[in-house]
C-alpha cells in the first residue's frame, strides 16, 4: 500500500536526558547502506529529505559494512559539507571484527580499552569527515570492560571536544548503571521489536525510566523478520497489527513504531531502510496514539499468550 502523509508531517525532536543530546523522534540507522547500491547524488538526496522531514539523527559504527559505511557517508558530506551542520551523527566502537582492511586482527573481539576508543574515535571522526561526532556509544559490553578506564577515555574525548555526549548499547541495566555513576550516558540502544521484547521485561527499559534517560532501539522490525517470517508468531503480529492499521487507516509501519514510542521509558526506534517510504511510516507513527487494548493486543500477539 502507497500511504498518503499530512502534508505538514514532520519529525519532533527528543532531548535523551536532562542535558543531554537532542535527536529526531525517528533516527536513521546507516548500517545497511552500502547494500542501497546508491550513488553520491542518491544519498545527497536521501539524506536531504530525510532532513527536511526532520529526521536529522544518522546512526552509525566504525564496523557498518565491513567498516565502509562511514567512510562512504563522509564522501556523501564531503560533496555536500552544508548537510554536516543540520545532523547528529551518533557512532560506535568496541568491537573488532575479523577483516580484510583490519589484517591485524586475528580473532573476532571486543576491545573497551581507552587507547581503542579514542583511536577509534578518531578514525570514525576522519571516516566522516567531521571534527566532533554529537554521540559515541560502547557498541557491546565487553567481559574485559573496565567502568573506569571507558569513563576516563569519554571524558577526555569530550574534553577535547570530539565527542558531544557519550553512551552505550546492549548493555544491561546493571552495567548500564555502573557506567553512569562514573560518566553521564546518554542513552542504551538495545535491540527491541514485537519479535524481541526483553528489554521490557528485564529491567532494561524500567532502569532507563527511572534515570529518565531514553533507549535508542534498533532492528524495531526484527531486521525485516516481521515481514518475511513464516514462523506463527511473526505471523500473528502481522495479522493484528495490520488489523490495527487497517483500522486506524495508518500504514502498518507507523502502527509498529507508534507501539515503541508509547512505552514510557520513551524509546528512539533506528530505522534501517533506504526506501525513504519507510521513513515516512516511522514518522508518522510519532502522531499516533494507541488504545490501550490495541497496545495489548500486539504484545499478546508478540508473546504468545495473554497477560495473567
Ligand atoms: N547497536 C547495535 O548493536 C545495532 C545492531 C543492529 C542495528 N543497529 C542500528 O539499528 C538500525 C536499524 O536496524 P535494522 O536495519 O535491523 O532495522 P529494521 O527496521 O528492524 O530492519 C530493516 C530491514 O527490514 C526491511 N524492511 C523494512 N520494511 C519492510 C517491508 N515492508 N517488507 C520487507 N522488508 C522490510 C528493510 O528492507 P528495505 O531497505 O527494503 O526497507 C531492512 O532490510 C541499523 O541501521 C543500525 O543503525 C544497531
Known amino acids: 500500500m502507497t500511504a498518503s502523509f499530512p502534508a505538514d508531517l514532520h519529525c519532533p525532536r527528543i532531548a535523551t536526558r536532562e542535558g543531554g543530546p537532542e535527536l529526531s523522534r525517528i533516527v536513521a540507522g546507516m548500517w545497511r547502506m552500502n547494500e542501497w547500491g546508491m550513488s553520491v547524488e542518491e544519498r545527497i538526496a536521501f539524506i536531504e529529505r530525510c532532513i527536511e522531514l526532520g529526521v536529522t539523527s544518522f546512526d552509525h559504527a566504525d564496523i557498518y559494512g565491513d567498516y565502509g559505511v562511514e567512510g562512504v557517508f563522509g564522501e556523501?558530506?564531503?560533496?555536500?559539507?552544508?548537510?554536516?551542520?543540520?545532523?547528529?551523527?551518533?557512532?560506535?566502537?568496541?568491537?573488532?571484527?575479523?577483516?580484510?582492511?583490519?589484517?591485524?586482527?586475528?580473532?573476532?573481539?571486543?576491545?573497551?580499552?581507552?587507547?581503542?576508543?579514542?583511536?577509534?574515535?578518531?578514525?570514525?571522526?576522519?571516516?566522516?569527515?567531521?571534527?566532533?561526532?554529537?554521540?559515541?556509544?560502547?557498541?557491546?559490553?565487553?567481559?574485559l570492560m573496565d567502568f573506569d578506564e571507558i569513563a576516563e577515555a569519554f571524558t577526555r574525548l569530550q574534553q577535547a571536544g570530539k565527542v558531544r555526549h557519550v553512551g552505550v548499547s546492549n548493555f544491561t541495566r546493571h552495567q548500564f548503571e555502573c557506567l553512569n555513576r562514573r560518566v553521564p550516558l546518554a542513552t542504551n540502544q538495545v535491540e527491541f521489536s514485537p519479535v524481541y521484547t526483553a528489554p521490557m521485561f528485564d529491567e532494561t527499559f524500567d532502569g532507563m525510566q527511572d534515570l529518565r534517560i531514553a533507549p535508542m532501539v534498533w532492528s524495531p522490525l526484527g531486521g525485516g523478520r516481521l515481514f518475511t517470517s513464516n514462523d506463527a508468531r511473526a505471523l500473528e503480529v502481522r495479522r493484528v497489527i495490520q488489523e490495527i492499521a487497517d483500522s486506524l487507516q495508518q500504514p502498518f509501519g507507523s502502527v509498529l513504531f507508534a507501539w515503541i514510542m508509547q512505552l514510557p521509558s520513551r524509546p528512539i526506534p533506528l530505522t534501517g531502510s533506504g526506501r525513504f517510504e519507510a521513513i515516512r511510516e516511522a514518522v508518522a507513527g510519532t502522531r499516533i496514539q494507541l488504545e490501550r487494548g490495541d497496545w495489548f493486543r500486539i504484545l499478546r500477539a508478540a508473546r504468545g499468550h495473554e497477560v495473567a
Open 76 to 143: 556523501t558530506l564531503r560533496a555536500q559539507p552544508a548537510l554536516r551542520d543540520r545532523m547528529q551523527l551518533v557512532s560506535k566502537c568496541g568491537i573488532k571484527l575479523i577483516s580484510q582492511k583490519r589484517p591485524q586482527h586475528g580473532i573476532q573481539h571486543y576491545d573497551t580499552t581507552a587507547a581503542h576508543i579514542i583511536a577509534s574515535c578518531e578514525e570514525s571522526l576522519r571516516q566522516l569527515g567531521t571534527d566532533h561526532l554529537d554521540l559515541l556509544l560502547i557498541h557491546r559490553p565487553d567481559p
